[in-house]
């Protein structure tokens, strides 16, 4: 590697005490794994800054060599090369990347079950041997109840009805104020209502983003249309009013207020919802992703706008 190159990444490293080296921004990370170390990051509440590799080809390269690590994310911490996606997960899950940042131990969360879902918890635990009943929620709010082997990190509560609930401990905080019920209807399952749920991507169809947009231009409605597509693909096609996702855009939207209504397109509708929710992580509370995207556009509402 290029002296230089070098002294620059480790200029950058030992001048940052956490630094995340990704694809993207931490606005609009560009894949699936720096967005999961993004939102653990955002989650547990260091004061971090990120380095986008796909801008720089040259940097990309010699983060490779300098770390002897050969994708990304790649995170340090005070100047410590700490690892990828999965060993952050992993740090994670079982507290010790709190613990690097100098988070308390997470408390035993709260949570309510029910006497129909203690019932079946007990069936399900009458045959499981050494396993126990463990819970974990992703940051994103996914749920996985199952019977397995504890881990040595497990946060073990007593629930009501005598059922002895083991949580993940990045989950706790996710879990507190948890209501675990049993359903009969629909052939039967587990309901999970949790006040710690954060607002959802809502979807708005092509005739929807069109009437909201004849709103906003009689002066009746305030909104952000954003076009996550780069600039070679806006050269082809744009909404009039849309505003392309750069890095000066994301920068005014972070210092901006929480509930402007976001509405996101891409080509198809897939892209925009990836950036959607992502804004949902950073805060933003009334965040649309148009179904379709403008390939929709062209076809329902405005032909002239070409297709590609």
Request: glycine share 10%; charged share 30%.
């Amino acid at each position: 590697m290029d002296e230089t190159l070098r002294k620059r990444i480790a200029e950058l490293v030992s001048k940052n005490d956490v630094l995340l080296f990704m694809k993207g921004t931490r606005h609009f990370p560009q894949c699936g794994f720096s967005s999961q170390v993004v939102g653990i990051l955002n989650e547990l509440g260091p004061k971090y800054e990120t380095v986008n590799i796909l801008a720089e080809a040259e940097l990309r390269d010699g983060m490779k060599e300098f770390s002897s690590w050969p994708t990304f994310p790649q995170l340090y911490v005070k100047g410590s090369f700490v690892g990828g996606c999965d060993i952050v997960r992993e740090m994670h899950a079982n507290g010790e990347l709190g613990v690097l940042f100098g988070a308390e131990a997470p408390k035993p969360p709260k949570i309510a079950v029910t006497e129909g879902a203690a019932r079946a918890f007990k069936d399900a635990l009458s045959d499981a041997g050494q396993d126990v009943l463990r819970l974990e929620i992703t940051p994103e709010f996914q749920y996985d109840l199952h019977v397995g082997p504890r881990e040595p990190s497990d946060i073990e509560i007593q629930t009501d009805g005598g059922v002895t609930l083991f949580v993940e401990a990045a989950s706790a905080r996710r879990a507190d104020g948890l209501r675990i019920d049993f359903v009969t209807n629909g052939g039967g399952g587990f309901k999970l209502d949790n006040p710690n749920e954060p607002p959802r991507v809502k979807t708005m169809d092509v005739e929807g983003l069109k009437s909201w947009l004849d709103k906003r231009a009689r002066g009746e409605a305030k909104l952000e249309l954003l076009d996550v597509r780069p600039e070679r693909e806006r050269a082809l096609a744009k909404i009039d009013g849309a505003k392309m996702l750069d890095h000066d855009v994301e920068n005014a939207l972070a210092a901006g207020d929480r509930d402007t209504m976001l509405v996101f397109h891409c080509h198809h509708g897939m892209r925009s919802r990836a950036a959607a929710e992502h804004f949902l992580k950073e805060g933003f509370r009334n965040v649309w992703n148009v179904e379709g995207g403008i390939d929709a556009w062209s076809l329902k509402v405005d032909p002239s706008v070409a297709r590609y």
